[in-house]
């Protein structure tokens, strides 16, 4: 089955750029969501088809995709940026919804 | 106002059933695919199941294929999930959410744009 690999936890100070890893085998030919989930909330989408943002997203967050990896990137990192943040893909050989395992992003 | 409520979690024992419902609002519920999705405590995100706005076709996770089961009303917009045989680790929170989508075709692959707030399953004995 398709995995998709993300690191546990990111730390960043605040301002700096965070960027949150999705690994999985040739997931450039994939499209790829990105969904942010705060403490006691339901996720939220953030990045849907590697870039496209929704409306009300901040543009300082952004995605791209490439190869075997994908990459959600946090510029000018706030405090209400902390959050668990996770990749999903659909994979067309087996018909499954894929999660990353999530990565917990902290602002110093 | 696009809104989805989950209700019908609670406490049940090992071996047990439970139904959960999502009831739509704020959109044609019939023209959107729709998905359950899990969280257990303290863990990530775990797809459980989706559903074409028609009804069919179904998709399940592994581990959860005949044991949960798919399906909606469109006249009552409200998507649900038969759940049977519970175990201790079905313990979670339970999603629903909307599938998004795209230059007017509605897939599985889509996003997940809508989420309701969850419902609450504790399978112990």
């Known amino acids: 089955s398709y995995v998709l690999t993300q690191p546990p936890s990111v730390s960043v100070a605040p301002g700096k750029t965070a960027t949150i890893p999705c690994g999985g085998n040739d997931i450039g030919s994939k499209s790829v969501h990105w969904y942010q989930q705060k403490p006691g909330q339901a996720p939220v989408l953030v990045i849907y088809?590697?870039?496209d943002r929704p409306s009300g997203i901040p543009e300082r967050i952004s995605g791209s995709n490439s190869g075997n990896t994908a990459t959600l990137s946090i510029t000018r990192v706030e405090a209400g940026d902390e959050a668990d943040y996770y990749c999903?893909?659909?994979?067309?050989?087996?018909?499954?919804?894929?999660f990353g395992g999530g990565t917990k992003v902290t602002v110093l | 106002q696009l809104l989805l409520v989950e209700s019908g979690g609670g406490l049940v024992k090992p071996g047990g059933s439970l139904r959960l419902s999502c009831e739509a609002s704020?959109?044609?519920?019939?023209?959107?695919?729709m998905t359950w999705i899990r969280q257990r405590p303290g863990e990530g995100l775990d797809w459980l199941s989706s559903?074409?706005?028609?009804?069919?076709?179904?998709y399940y996770a592994d581990s959860v294929r005949g044991r949960f089961t798919i399906s909606r009303d469109n006249t009552k917009n409200s998507l649900y999930l038969q759940m049977n045989n519970l175990r201790v680790e079905d313990t979670a929170v339970y999603y629903c959410?909307?599938?998004?989508?795209?230059?007017?075709?509605?897939?599985?692959?889509?996003?997940?744009?809508?989420w309701g707030r969850g419902t609450t399953v504790i399978v112990s004995s």
């Open positions: 088809h590697d870039r």
């Open positions: 704020g959109f044609t519920f019939g023209d959107y695919y």
């Open positions: 959410a909307r599938v998004g989508i795209r230059f007017g075709y509605a897939t599985p692959g889509n996003p997940f744009e809508v």
């Open positions: 559903v074409r706005g028609s009804g069919t076709p179904t």
């Open positions: 999903q893909v659909w994979d067309t050989d087996s018909d499954h919804v894929v």
